[in-house]
């Protein structure tokens, strides 16, 4: 047995047709190509010499051939870990140094410049088309190849989520984690093989792996498969799908766009949203604009998905609609005890979506796990009486811009490490195309002047670019409360609207 081959990718073999669409409609990846290029990087995988548990690091840009390369560490019995195609080598160096990778996988035009990770892991190339030295391995390799058995708690992936302390947490997940999150979604949003999913998430996180794809395979439903997302390209393969999966930022782009209706999009099944919180100004102009109206759910790299509107009954805007079935929920103070509806708390969540804790760091899965299997989110929310959950906050200053988790504390430290920079204070404020984005306030030494031009090269090299503030901020002192703790409560509300056109 081999849970995730057994539902995902087995049965492939005995479906006709595209699996991967353009956006034409003609066929990119054929369902029996699929498990063929499946098979053949699992044995390449074990040719060089892989086991079951092993961990395998990808950067690789979105492409059919990474979406097999999971496929083959499935089969495989090993622990795949995508990293965002963002990261600088700086950032690399801890993911693949602390997962304790034996193959590291990167696209061939960069495979000089991240030499310097073969001290830690074996490193191969792969890019689209099949190029690359990996690619080469596997196609000497044969296509047949039997998985390997694996049980329901063995893990299956690796995803790394920042840390407030600047060290990004491993966390663990399993293949009854991803297998239970994909049943759910399958029956509760009505997924079957007569769909067909417009894809132009990034795979290398939660929603385009986990959810979009996951998704897609267990309902035998084939995607229209775009590389990034372009309003131009959605445009043309809208007519071709039934259903889209995408973040805040891909509805008000099309909204920005007069070409965007019900011409286009009136007939699709299902738009979802989700990696960010949605305004109630874009739900309203979409639903004025299409005739449709945005589910929006609500999940965590910890957990995939929490919570979701309803396919059939009242989609909410400004909640994330009550938990999906299986998830337990609930509200607490901070010593964990259920908070009553209406009342503001901590969310905590229950279920076989939940992973299994965090790599090599125990003391902070006990403090976020607990031993009865509640898991502590950090994020402030709220249950109406409905059963609906808002979230009104984060804790632990996490911003989410356009899909991506940025932890205040990461970008500060590369602030504070700057000439002239004495302190920092990094806040999220509302941005009308990402949700929210980061904006840096900066307090210069004494005597100093801070070169913001230099501060922005600097970031440029050690972060991110999804993490760079998009504000910069010189200011006297920062505000503080009597304890001399930075009040970025304040800071917030200082800077609610500097992104305000």
């Known amino acids: 047995?081999?849970?995730?081959?057994?539902?995902?990718?087995?049965?492939?073999a005995a479906r006709e047709g595209g699996f991967l669409l353009r956006p034409d409609g003609s066929v990119l990846l054929g369902y029996g190509e699929f498990v063929e290029q499946v098979g053949r990087y699992a044995n390449a995988l074990v040719g060089l010499g892989l086991e079951p548990g092993?961990?395998?690091?990808?950067?690789?840009?979105k492409s059919p051939e990474m979406l097999a390369l999971v496929g083959g560490c499935i089969a495989a019995g090993l622990i795949f870990l995508p990293l965002n195609t963002g990261y600088p080598v700086a950032e690399l160096d801890y993911f693949v140094e602390n997962s304790g990778a034996r193959l590291f996988l990167c696209d061939p035009g960069k495979r000089d410049a991240l030499a310097a990770l073969e001290r830690f892991a074996r490193v191969e190339s792969l890019g689209p088309q099949g190029t690359g030295s990996f690619a080469?391995?596997?196609?000497?390799?044969?296509?047949?190849f039997a998985p390997v058995a694996r049980g329901e708690d063995d893990l299956a992936a690796f995803l790394y989520t920042s840390g407030t302390t600047g060290r990004s947490k491993g966390a663990m997940i399993s293949h009854r984690n991803l297998l239970s999150n994909a049943r759910v979604l399958v029956e509760f949003w009505r997924f079957t093989g007569a769909d067909v999913l417009l894809h132009a998430l990034p795979i290398f996180h939660t929603?385009?792996?986990?959810?979009?794809?996951?998704?897609?395979?267990?309902?035998?439903?084939?995607m229209i498969w775009l590389e990034k997302f372009e309003v131009e390209a959605v445009l043309d393969a809208l007519p071709r799908a039934t259903t889209m999966m995408g973040v805040p930022t891909f509805y008000t782009r099309l909204l920005e766009d007069a070409r965007f209706g019900r011409d286009v999009a009136g007939h699709m099944r299902l738009?979802?949203?989700?990696?960010?919180?949605?305004?109630?100004?874009?739900?309203?102009?979409?639903?004025?604009?299409?005739?449709?109206?945005?589910?929006?759910?609500?999940?965590?790299?910890?957990?995939?998905?929490?919570?979701?509107?309803?396919?059939?009954?009242?989609?909410?805007?400004?909640?994330?609609?009550?938990?999906?079935?299986?998830?337990?929920?609930?509200?607490?103070?901070?010593e964990g005890v259920a908070l009553?509806?209406?009342?503001?708390?901590?969310?905590?969540?229950?279920?076989?979506?939940?992973?299994?804790?965090?790599?090599?760091?125990?003391?902070?899965?006990?403090a976020e796990l607990r031993s009865d299997g509640w898991f502590i989110t950090g994020d402030?929310?709220?249950?109406?009486?409905?059963?609906?959950v808002s979230i009104v906050g984060r804790g632990k200053d996490l911003i989410i811009s356009g899909g991506y988790n940025i932890y205040p504390k990461e970008v500060e430290a590369v602030l504070d490490a700057q000439a002239g920079v004495l302190e920092s204070a990094v806040v999220g404020a509302p941005h009308p195309d990402f949700g929210e984005s980061p904006v840096a306030v900066i307090v210069a030494a004494p005597g100093a002047e801070v070169e913001i031009a230099a501060v922005r090269a600097a970031l440029g090299e050690a972060l991110a670019r999804f993490k760079h503030p998009r504000?910069?901020?010189?200011?006297?002192?920062?505000?503080?409360?009597?304890m001399g703790k930075v009040q970025k409560a304040a800071l917030r509300a200082r800077y609610g609207e500097v992104f305000k056109v």
Request: charge should be negative; hydrophobic fraction near 40%.
């Open 1 to 12: 047995m081999n849970p995730l081959y057994d539902a995902l990718i087995a049965p492939c």
């Open 54 to 61: 092993d961990r395998v690091a990808m950067q690789l840009e």
């Open 136 to 144: 080469a391995l596997a196609a000497a390799c044969d296509t047949a």
């Open 207 to 222: 929603h385009g792996l986990f959810v979009a794809t996951n998704v897609a395979l267990l309902a035998g439903a084939p």
């Open 271 to 334: 738009f979802i949203s989700g990696s960010a919180p949605m305004l109630e100004e874009t739900h309203r102009q979409f639903e004025a604009r299409t005739g449709e109206r945005i589910l929006e759910r609500y999940g965590m790299t910890e957990t995939n998905m929490l919570c979701s509107n309803p396919y059939e009954g009242e989609r909410v805007a400004g909640t994330v609609g009550p938990p999906l079935p299986g998830v337990e929920l609930k509200v607490c103070d901070a």
């Open 340 to 366: 009553p509806d209406g009342e503001v708390g901590v969310i905590e969540v229950r279920g076989e979506n939940v992973f299994h804790g965090y790599w090599q760091m125990p003391e902070k899965t006990a």
């Open 380 to 388: 402030l929310g709220v249950i109406d009486a409905q059963g609906y």
């Open 471 to 482: 504000h910069f901020d010189v200011v006297e002192a920062l505000p503080r409360n009597t």
